[in-house]
């Protein structure tokens, strides 16, 4: 199929930011999108099958619309996987989810007015969230899981549906030894905790977090701290899962008290794990499959929304994994 599009009124810095570059905008709308862009100053020719050329334009209308100034490159990409997102369940037969369909959208309430799903697994995801006391992310790096998840816990507890909100990690070396760590307690285990810190900075600003911390409604802790613990009126999110071990899994999903919501993410093609050892995350994905009131979402790399080239690297290891190599 083909299709030619004239922007109008024709707006030629909008046009620059539009293309990118030597065009390369249109270039990685090509890869994702598997269809052919040709262009002769406003005049755009696309070429693929239907269904493709069809979402391709309605991608470079968007993206025309919100192009008075330079398109951010994180911007783009996230346009585009929710654009091929879609392509991909039209495909399928499945209905298309739109980045916010009306009455069906989650949008959430953090410093990010408008942070919402971005692919129909992400919002497939949210909505387990909310509609399940126990929910699992598992999947690739990239595809959003913890900070998906650090959004409804930073949500909830903006709406009052939670007094506080706890964060956790196994604290286990990512295949390096890192020795004695200087500091105390706090200091030892930060480095580990990092990226929950980032995600909450990012969502709330610096200075709604420091707040947070000061009245106990924040909470970041490595997972060996939740023995004996009942965790009432939280939200309880423990990232990295795939580095617990089945002991600690059942330890930390048997805190759950009342009026919590607990999310459980990782990767269990990343496990840090001694050789040998089970991942709490593996044994509880089949222990946990059939139990009424736990969902669990599994994302794939169409769902990374980081640098394009994080989806191709998540799809060739997991080729090699397919086929049995090493």
């Known amino acids: 199929m083909i ?13 620059s930011h539009l293309c990118g570059m030597l065009d390369e905008h249109l270039r990685q709308i090509e890869q994702a999108m598997d269809v052919r862009i040709s262009r002769r100053g ?49 495909l399928r ?15 959430l309430r953090t410093r990010r007015a408008d942070l919402a799903g971005r692919t129909p697994n992400q919002h497939q995801y949210l909505r387990h969230i909310m509609a399940h006391d126990i929910s699992f992310g598992i999947g690739p790096a990239g595809t959003g899981k913890t900070f998906l998840a650090v959004a409804c816990a930073v949500d909830a507890l903006e709406r009052s549906s939670v007094q506080r909100i706890i964060l956790t990690r196994p604290a286990v070396e990512a295949g390096e030894r890192l020795g004695f760590l200087p500091g105390d307690l706090t200091q030892k285990v930060d480095p580990y905790l990092r990226p929950l810190y980032d995600a909450l900075y990012d969502l709330m600003g610096f200075d709604r977090v420091t707040k947070a911390f000061e009245k106990g409604q924040l909470e970041i802790a490595p997972l060996a701290f939740m023995r004996g613990r009942t965790l009432n009126h939280a939200f309880v999110i423990l990232d990295e899962a ?35 050892m089970q991942s709490g995350l ?13 969902a669990m ?23 090699v994994q397919a086929g049995g190599q090493r």
Do not use: W
């Open 282 to 294: 593996i044994d509880a994905e089949r222990v946990l499959a059939r139990v009424q009131g736990i």
């Open 3 to 15: 299709l030619r599009h004239v922007f109008t009124p024709i707006d030629n810095r909008r046009l």
């Open 42 to 90: 406003e005049a755009f020719r696309i070429e693929g099958p239907k269904a493709a050329a069809e979402r391709s334009l309605v991608l470079l209308e968007s993206l025309y619309e919100r192009a008075r100034k330079a398109i951010p490159a994180e911007h783009l990409q996230l346009a585009i996987v929710e654009a091929a997102g879609e392509l991909g369940e039209k």
């Open 242 to 276: 795939q580095n617990t071990t089945p002991e600690q899994m059942k330890m930390f999903l048997t805190r759950i008290g009342f009026g919590s919501k607990c999310v459980v993410t990782g990767d269990t093609s990343q496990v840090d794990l001694p050789k040998g």
């Open 93 to 107: 037969g499945k209905r298309v989810l739109e980045a916010k369909p009306a009455g069906d959208a989650i949008v």
């Open 297 to 319: 979402t599994r994302f794939t790399s169409a769902d990374v929304v980081r640098h394009p080239l994080v989806a191709r690297i998540v799809e060739a290891y997991e080729a």
